[in-house]
């Protein structure tokens, strides 16, 4: 598992480049410069890792363009010792960006073998999310509620029961909609008395959420 002088620069280059396309919280960029993407790909996209690109990770699956990543932690306004759940564990990398920051990650993976890799990559590189297998459209209920949630799939609509394990003052980051893989970036704040306010951010690329009856068919 090598980690290059190489490697090291071209994460410099990376994370100026997402400060160069708006993303300032330092702690994501942090996060971004030191983590090693390369390690989170298969083998035939390792020279392309540090470009802002997102790939494919087998299971019709795919490690998020960076700028989107980086996009998404920076709404989510992640602060040290926060329980977050993430939902759509992939290739791990999302979920160590969130790791790095301080958080207390739960991650949840429906497509087994990104469970399993996953599983096994990340504590190698010093990380240690609480891990599930399971349906990421009925969330966590016996570990609720969360501080934040982050989705990392597109989906339809917004599960209820994402938003019922919301802490009060919570907050949840979801991609909706789902023209051509194309979803409009969501974020939803739970207030007092379960009042919700929804304010968009936008269009990104995502592959679809997928809900328990649809396994195997992705």
């Given at each position: 598992?090598?980690?290059?002088?190489?490697?090291?620069?071209?994460?410099?280059?990376?994370?100026?480049?997402?400060?160069?396309?708006?993303?300032?919280?330092?702690?994501?960029?942090?996060?971004?410069?030191?983590?090693?993407r390369?390690?989170?790909?298969?083998?035939?996209?390792?020279?392309?890792?540090?470009?802002d690109?997102?790939?494919?990770?087998?299971?019709?699956?795919?490690?998020?363009?960076?700028?989107?990543?980086?996009?998404q932690?920076?709404?989510?306004?992640?602060?040290?010792?926060?329980?977050?759940?993430?939902?759509g564990?992939?290739?791990?990398?999302?979920?160590?960006?969130?790791?790095?920051?301080?958080?207390?990650?739960?991650?949840?993976?429906?497509?087994?073998?990104?469970?399993d890799?996953?599983?096994?990559?990340l504590?190698?590189?010093?990380y240690?999310?609480?891990?599930?297998?399971?349906?990421?459209?009925?969330?966590?209920?016996a570990?609720?509620?969360?501080?934040?949630?982050?989705?990392?799939?597109?989906?339809?609509?917004?599960?209820?029961?994402?938003?019922?394990?919301?802490k009060?003052?919570?907050?949840?980051?979801?991609?909706?909609?789902?023209?051509?893989?194309?979803?409009?970036?969501?974020?939803?704040?739970k207030?007092?008395n379960?009042?919700?306010?929804?304010?968009?951010?936008?269009?990104?690329r995502?592959?679809?959420?997928?809900?328990?009856?649809?396994?195997?068919?992705?």
């Amino acid at each position: 598992m090598e980690d290059s002088y190489r490697h090291k620069g071209l994460r410099k280059q990376l994370a100026q480049h997402l400060k160069d396309k708006g993303i300032s919280d330092k702690e994501v960029l942090k996060a971004v410069e030191k983590i090693p993407r390369h390690l989170f790909l298969n083998n035939a996209f390792v020279e392309f890792a540090y470009q802002d690109k997102a790939f494919q990770i087998g299971e019709g699956q795919t490690i998020s363009q960076p700028y989107t990543v980086a996009f998404q932690t920076e709404l989510l306004e992640v602060k040290k010792g926060e329980k977050i759940l993430e939902v759509g564990t992939g290739s791990g990398y999302q979920t160590s960006v969130l790791l790095e920051m301080g958080a207390k990650v739960f991650t949840i993976e429906r497509q087994k073998n990104l469970y399993d890799r996953a599983k096994l990559l990340l504590p190698k590189l010093g990380y240690s999310p609480r891990f599930f297998y399971g349906d990421g459209y009925k969330g966590l209920p016996a570990f609720a509620p969360f501080d934040k949630i982050l989705v990392t799939a597109g989906a339809e609509l917004i599960p209820s029961d994402l938003v019922d394990q919301l802490k009060i003052n919570g907050m949840l980051i979801i991609p909706v909609g789902g023209l051509n893989d194309t979803y409009l970036m969501k974020r939803l704040k739970k207030s007092k008395n379960n009042d919700i306010q929804i304010v968009n951010y936008g269009e990104f690329r995502f592959v679809p959420l997928l809900e328990e009856k649809e396994w195997g068919k992705s």
